[in-house]
């Protein structure tokens, strides 16, 4: 439409948790209770089925995705872009492993990423429980997790806190595990909390992390990849975390320690997928040393165009947010695997040669003939799987052709659409793996789109009872109804809540302009002349209207403003062309007026042709049988431009159509049928007068009036909304 060779691939990023969920809830069993390789072929199929709707719902709304492009991230073509990228950052040293507290959910038995863990506001309870010191006296500790007492490696205290100052450097007894600890001094302990004295464990959260380091204390862990207390934990060995912060908090009260309870509000980490609260536990994992790229980041994110602006304010905030590197293995299945091997001997890691890719070390022979370390023979492969963020952090490159053939022209890409939710993963991903690999971004726009919520604002979710799947309104109203509700009723990036009535409005407007199609057939059929000399006011009246709508359209959709440029397209077609138009071209259509024809058929293909950028299949139909064209579809039409019109006779043609469009309503509030003809109408027209006589035939033809009369004063008249100076009155 606009010259533009457009590139619009499509793509299945399958891997990852999800899936896995779902297939453990469907057949009842965990990943761990089922035979791997009957998992893996499970949540294969699992993908295809759910990628069959998606896909059929996405060529029902029209989408002009270039079908050819089309993959699978699980597909061992894509694993070998994945692992190819791996290798290159690898080779760069920006890969490595290392034995690291990392983010766990018990649940899900894996390592997760900062971006999957969703903090939810709960109110828990806070214990205020005693420490004694090794020398004498006691002090009182305030913590949501007393079940972490087995992994107390240390009190703190703020520096500046003139009531515990004396008690930096003695030393405490842990409760129950009659263990000694140091207590420290530390600025970002908050003296407000609690009684201001906290217990470090390894590991609470990442303060805790930071802590251990810092003041080099000991670590003890004592919950499992499972979430169970393990044999450090004395008495709560074989509990769960729940259990044992029950069992904790009776055998401190027997002891009499347990000082008080109070409720308190406070921000748990849980796993975006299950929900399970997540744990942090030092394993040994892959990472990416993402930190160290933060300020580059944030420095090229400003070189994108975000739309709307605000949405850079997402990534610049997460970013900030971020302490540790990103940890891509996952002690999990359905993902791609790592192209690593290790010595059985020496234990050296060996990361495969980039020709060697796609390979699966859970099942592939090793590609080594011996260990370059230790000359051993045998090996054994990695056995987790990567983060899924690592097969779509690399979408844009591998959309260009990348590694075979990159095509610079589409590199990096144009545009990168995603909703707001996915800013700080699949946009910062994409960054921060596009700088590693290529020094630079994948993309120069990010347009973010927002969320159809359910009709009570919710998220749409089965089990809220507010979920409405697009192929339902699709089978009821059609994909072009949805479209453009969709466009009408939020601005980019912002949410819309779901609504029946919203459809219902666009239905109705289609069909308006259905009708409006049906009467440029009946007159209009055959191919029109062109008339180059036209004089009807009227007509240069909605070439007025049609030009500053393309204008507005056009400027709109520059901007990515989608519901700025489908508003005034719906009030031009339906308000302007088909209400006002349309009912005052008829009765010249009727005497086989060609310019009439003409300026309708000409205004009607414009308006459908800027129409069919939200309803492509009406507009698409009705120009087939309308026009009958040259094209072979109406989406590769040059995009209209603004016609031309004289100004003067354009506003003739405006105050006309207001005097017919307010003498109609006239007509019809005196219960007059519209093609009853009438004998007089009186105009007071003041400083119009010159004006109006110009239109008096357009006037006459359109309302079947015998007479116009033009008069001073006009006592009992109606005045016109947008016109107070003009009055009518119409004598049957
Ligand atoms: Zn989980
Ligand atoms: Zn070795």
Redesign the pocket.
């Known amino acids: 439409m606009r010259g533009y060779n457009v590139f619009f691939p499509q793509g299945w990023d399958c891997h990852g948790l999800p899936t896995e969920v779902r297939v453990e809830k469907t057949i009842g069993k965990k990943k761990s209770e089922i035979d791997p390789e009957e998992f893996l072929r499970l949540a294969k199929e699992f993908t295809w089925k759910w990628i069959k709707p998606m896909k059929k719902a996405l060529k029902s709304l029209g989408m002009s995705i270039d079908w050819t492009t089309e993959y699978v991230t699980m597909d061992p073509d894509y694993w070998r872009r994945t692992q190819l990228s791996f290798i290159l950052l690898y080779r760069k040293g920006l890969v490595y492993r290392g034995e690291h507290p990392v983010l766990w959910c018990p649940r899900c038995e894996t390592a997760i990423a900062e971006s999957e863990v969703e903090y939810v506001q709960v109110t828990r309870s806070l214990y205020y429980f005693k420490f004694k010191l090794k020398d004498e006296g006691e002090v009182t500790v305030a913590s949501t997790r007393p079940e972490l007492l087995p992994s107390c490696v240390a009190l703190a205290v703020n520096p500046e806190d003139e009531r515990y100052k004396h008690l930096v450097g003695k030393t405490a007894v842990v409760p129950i595990y009659g263990r000694e600890i140091p207590i420290i001094a530390d600025e970002e302990v908050d003296p407000k909390f609690g009684t201001g004295i906290v217990m470090i464990c390894t590991y609470g959260d990442k303060t805790d992390v930071e802590w251990q380091v810092r003041h080099n204390l000991p670590v003890i862990i004592s919950i499992n990849e499972k979430g169970v207390m393990n044999e450090n934990a004395g008495p709560l060995k074989g509990l769960t975390v729940n259990e044992a912060r029950k069992r904790i908090v009776k055998l401190l009260q027997d002891e009499g320690l347990l000082v008080k309870v109070e409720q308190t509000q406070s921000n748990v980490g849980t796993c975006w997928r299950c929900h399970t609260p997540v744990e942090i536990i030092p394993r040994e994992q892959w990472f990416i040393r993402t930190i160290k790229f933060s300020k580059k980041v944030l420095e090229e994110a400003k070189k994108i165009k975000w739309i709307p602006e605000h949405a850079i304010k997402k990534l610049e905030n997460w970013v900030n947010s971020l302490d540790w590197d990103w940890v891509i293995s996952r002690e999990r299945v359905f993902g791609t695997p790592f192209p690593v091997y290790y010595?059985k001997?020496?234990g050296?890691e060996l990361v495969v040669d980039p020709d060697k890719v796609p390979i699966d070390p859970r099942k592939d022979p090793p590609p080594f003939d011996k260990?370059p370390?230790?000359g051993?023979t045998e090996f054994v492969g990695e056995t987790r799987v990567m983060d899924t963020w690592m097969d779509s952090s690399i979408t844009a490159a591998v959309h260009a052709g990348w590694p075979d053939n990159l095509d610079e022209r589409l590199f990096p890409a144009d545009l990168q659409p995603n909703g707001y939710d996915i800013i700080r993963t699949w946009d910062y991903y994409l960054i921060v793996r596009g700088l590693m690999l290529f020094g630079k971004p994948q993309f120069k726009i990010a347009l973010i789109n927002g969320m159809v919520r359910g009709t009570d604002g919710r998220m749409m979710h089965k089990s809220y009872g507010n979920y409405v799947s697009l192929l339902e309104v699709i089978d009821k109203y059609g994909a072009d109804a949805f479209r453009i509700w969709v466009a009408m009723a939020a601005a980019t990036g912002s949410d819309v809540r779901f609504s029946w009535e919203g459809i219902k409005f666009a239905s109705k407007f289609l069909t308006k302009v259905w009708n409006a199609a049906r009467l440029i057939y009946f007159y209009a059929k055959e191919e029109v002349e062109e008339v180059t000399e036209i004089v009807n006011p009227i007509d240069h009246w909605i070439l007025k209207e049609l030009s500053e709508t393309i204008n507005h359209v056009t400027n709109a959709l520059e901007e990515y403003d989608y519901q700025g440029a489908i508003t005034k397209l719906v009030d031009f077609t339906w308000h302007r062309f088909c209400d006002h138009y349309l009912e005052a071209v008829k009765y010249r259509l009727v005497k086989g007026d060609k310019a009439a024809k003409y300026v309708m058929k000409t205004a009607f293909l414009r308006t459908l042709q800027m129409l069919s950028v939200f309803a492509p299949h009406i507009s698409e139909e009705l120009y087939h049988r309308l026009y009958d064209g040259e094209w072979k579809s109406i989406t590769i039409l040059p995009w209209p431009q603004p016609m031309k019109f004289d100004k003067d006779k354009a506003f003739i043609g405006e105050v006309t159509v207001a005097v017919i469009a307010r003498t109609r309503s006239l007509k019809y509030e005196m219960k007059i049928p519209l093609n009853q003809p009438v004998s007089r109408l009186y105009i007071k027209a003041g400083k119009y007068r010159s004006d109006l006589e110009k239109g008096v035939e357009d006037i006459k033809g359109t309302l079947k009036i015998g007479e116009i009369v033009f008069v001073d004063e006009l006592e009992e008249g109606i005045e016109l909304p947008d016109y107070p100076e003009i009055k009518v009155k119409l004598e049957p």
């Open positions: 010595c001997k020496c050296a260990c370390k230790c051993s």
